[in-house]
């Protein structure tokens, strides 16, 4: 089946940038249309961004829109979240999913996850 795996979290100060993959590995058996989520200690797990298959459907939420970016290369079945002018609010593990249609806003629409990457930024 297709597994999902995420990377290229870290720390970083307030201001800087950190780019994150989610590579999918496995048997394909239909296109999918992948989303970002993110969860605080304590907290929902919360919307970030979501990206049809082609990429012509992208959908950020209003707390990362103009900081983030979503985008996606099909042939090396890579989704990328680049994430500039981190906040220490954007602190959380992020996670990646992916759904047989799509994209969408709410987690439940997805079925398939990574196991997150941690991203911290300190002020």
């Known amino acids: 089946q297709v597994q999902l795996v995420e990377s290229g979290g870290g720390l970083v100060q307030a201001g800087g940038s950190l780019r994150l993959s989610c590579a999918a590995s496995g048997r394909t058996f239909s296109s999918y249309a992948k989303g970002w989520f993110r969860q605080a200690p304590g907290k929902e797990r919360e919307f970030v961004a979501a990206i049809s298959w082609s990429g012509g459907s992208i959908y950020y939420a209003d707390s990362v829109k103009g900081r983030f970016t979503i985008s996606r290369d099909n042939a090396k079945n890579t989704v990328y979240l680049q994430m500039n002018r981190l906040k220490p609010e954007d602190t959380a593990v992020y996670y990646c999913?992916?759904?047989?249609?799509?994209?969408?806003?709410?987690?439940?629409?997805?079925?398939?996850w990574g196991q997150g990457t941690q991203v911290t930024v300190s002020a």
């Open positions: 999913a992916a759904s047989f249609s799509g994209p969408f806003v709410v987690a439940e629409k997805y079925y398939y």
